[in-house]
């Protein structure tokens, strides 16, 4: 399946994802062009581990430009979502951000 009818998943997919964002990531957000590339394929696509390692860094690289940058971090710090790379960071990579021991570590408290 190749161009619109490929990319209406990945779009309803980050609708999803963006419920409740501030107008001005959902219509300034650089991630907007190319969906896919910050969510990844639908959930019943397998993506081999170096596809997505490639795909996250080509995300990262758009994000590294967006004007809203430092919003989507506040958003997806506040929202932690379980899927997609926001403001260059994966989920995982949020939630390690979250967690209450890398806060500990930040404020040099063992």
Do not use: I, N
């Amino acid at each position: 399946m190749t161009g619109p009818a490929r990319r209406r998943p990945a779009l309803a997919l980050l609708e999803a994802l963006t419920v409740g964002m501030p107008r001005h990531l959902t219509k300034e957000a650089a991630c907007g062009f190319d969906p896919e590339l910050h969510t990844g394929p639908d959930a019943f696509t397998d993506e081999p581990a170096d596809e997505r390692a490639a795909r996250e860094q080509v995300a990262r690289e758009v994000c590294a430009g967006c004007p809203v940058w430092a919003s989507c971090l506040f958003y997806a710090l506040d929202t932690r979502p379980q899927t997609g790379v926001w403001a260059g960071l994966t989920a995982e990579e949020l939630r390690a951000m979250s967690a209450p021991e890398a806060a500990g570590s930040a404020r040099g408290v063992a």
